[in-house]
């Protein structure tokens, strides 16, 4: 089916606001004080672990803020406006700023925005390229964010992370209008290729329209000035259709094929770990983004060595550390976890009325029965097949980390430790369009080795509060704590 002959009738479009909707967000020049709140400025906040320091910018002293510390690991330091929202159909905005860095180190300050439906992202937004590092003058920096009907709230404000200081000032929020223009056909041939591919094959398949799929994406990409334009557009749309669904480039798609080819993108993080103790140890696994096959084999092979050199007889059990987990590729995490995971199905797909089966056998990872990844060695055989595990999760468990997290629900002596994950709990199907971009469609849902479905993400069995910078880790000391027990 053509759908390009409704594609520019864009002005049914047209949004419908709240009134007053961007008023809300006040004080945006820093200049009125607020001795209550915890950033020191009138409708601005933070965090009560993070200083704000009101200052003076210039010979003119007209006020600012100043975000000033080490905020390095998973600490930053922020101030923000947030206030709901509500539109009728995709409102595009622009949020300004003017900032300024001293000695940031180990990290980068920036503006941001994004919004929420309850606690889910829909769209988030910041720019590395205007991102401050070392020492900068005053800059002026804009990020662009569209907000949907979905969307329940709005989020603006400044960040640092590392290690220094972060000047704001200045903030406006703008809406931008959008108007009608004319595609190419080689333009409206790829926008119909994609959209008879969501529209056949996504999770939500009965929810769509493509006439209004097609609409909305031409939308977010008027009017293209490059194929970056119609890229992003498209990356809008299928947020629109689904939060996990994306789309990439073939430059991007060349750079996860061939990661081992690439001196910027060979190394990446490897799983860590130590003995707590001469009875249990610690596994720490690291998000995995690549499809090159030496990456993936890399990648499982030290997390099969890693446990190799952990193990020995009288270990008892293990913590496996997922709360850093933030997806990638699942296959070369659950082959190099295989040997603590056990042999056999660990999970499900579930697509509509089919159930493709995830198992781990002999140092490889299988789908339906067909073999997906594994390691060059040996398989590593453990001392106790069968060991108590503790596994620790959070909101920064996501998508691929929640694969693994699922692949452990249901197994025997197993026990989950701190907080609900982050939601993506849905399979993405990796697609080649016809010029060699490729889109990452969500189909399924994951379900354990019980056919249990996660749609939502995965909840602790036992909950603990998010540890504050300088807290004993409490979710590591309770899973051992459980460990000993049993």
């Not at 995709?90 to 940031?104: C, F, M, R, W």
């Not at 800059?139 to 000047?167: C, F, H, M, N």
């Given at each position: ?369 067909d073999s997906i990844s594994g390691i060059s060695r040996s398989a590593y055989v453990p001392h106790i097949s069968t060991s108590p595990v503790a596994v620790l999760i959070g909101p920064m468990t996501v998508s691929s980390g929640e694969v693994v997290t699922v692949a452990f629900c249901n197994r025997p002596q197993t026990r989950l430790f701190g ?68």
């Amino acid at each position: 089916m053509n759908y390009s002959i409704i594609g520019l009738i864009l002005l049914l479009f047209s949004p419908v606001l709240m009134l007053g909707q961007w008023e809300k967000y006040q004080n945006l020049d820093f200049s009125q004080d607020a001795p209550d709140s915890l950033s020191g400025k009138a409708y601005w906040r933070t965090i009560e672990a993070v200083q704000i320091v009101p200052e003076r910018r210039g010979a003119e002293r007209n006020p600012c803020v100043k975000i000033s510390g080490d905020y390095t690991g998973d600490h930053t330091g922020y101030v923000y406006q947030q206030y709901p929202v509500a539109v009728q159909e995709y409102v595009k905005l622009k949020i300004s700023a003017s900032i300024k860095g001293e000695n940031i180190t180990d990290g980068k300050g920036y503006i941001y925005s994004y919004s929420k439906k309850g606690e889910q992202f829909l769209q988030y937004q910041t720019l590395d390229a205007t991102a401050i590092r070392g020492t900068e003058d005053w800059k002026q920096v804009e990020l662009s964010i569209w907000v949907g009907p979905e969307a329940d709230r709005l989020r603006i404000g400044g960040a640092l992370e590392g290690k220094g200081t972060l000047y704001l000032d200045d903030f406006s929020v703008e809406e931008i209008e959008t108007g009608t223009c004319d595609f190419a056909d080689s333009t409206l041939a790829f926008m119909d290729e994609c959209v008879e591919l969501i529209a056949r094959l996504s999770l939500h398949k009965d929810e769509i329209e493509p006439d209004q799929l097609l609409r909305r994406w031409q939308r977010f990409s008027a009017c293209p000035q490059s194929a970056s334009d119609i890229h992003d557009g498209l990356n809008m749309m299928l947020k629109t259709v689904d939060t996990h669904s994306f789309f990439w480039p073939v430059e991007m798609v060349n750079k996860w094929q061939n990661t081992s080819q690439n001196p910027a993108t060979a190394q990446f993080p490897l799983a860590k770990g130590y003995r707590l103790d001469d009875h249990y140890a610690y596994l720490w696994m690291p998000h995995f983004n690549s499809g090159d096959s030496l990456s993936q084999i890399v990648f499982a092979d030290h997390m099969q060595g890693l446990i190799d050199s952990l193990d020995h007889p009288a270990l008892k059990g293990w913590v496996l550390d997922l709360r850093d987990n933030q997806g990638g590729n699942c296959w070369p995490m659950l082959a190099g976890i295989g040997p603590i995971l056990g042999e056999g199905v660990c999970g499900y797909f579930k697509d509509g009325e089919e159930w493709r089966a995830w198992a781990y056998r002999d140092g490889m990872t299988y789908e339906s029965g067909d073999s997906i990844s594994g390691i060059s060695r040996s398989a590593y055989v453990p001392h106790i097949s069968t060991s108590p595990v503790a596994v620790l999760i959070g909101p920064m468990t996501v998508s691929s980390g929640e694969v693994v997290t699922v692949a452990f629900c249901n197994r025997p002596q197993t026990r989950l430790f701190g907080q609900h994950t982050g939601g993506y709990s849905t399979g993405n199907v990796n697609h080649t369009m016809s010029d060699g971009s490729m889109m990452f469609l969500t189909q399924s849902i994951y379900a354990d080795r019980n056919q249990q479905t996660y749609r939502k993400g995965i909840a602790p069995d036992v909950e603990i509060p998010r540890r504050q910078e300088g807290e004993e880790d409490q979710a590591l000391m309770k899973a051992l704590s459980w460990l000993k027990g049993i």
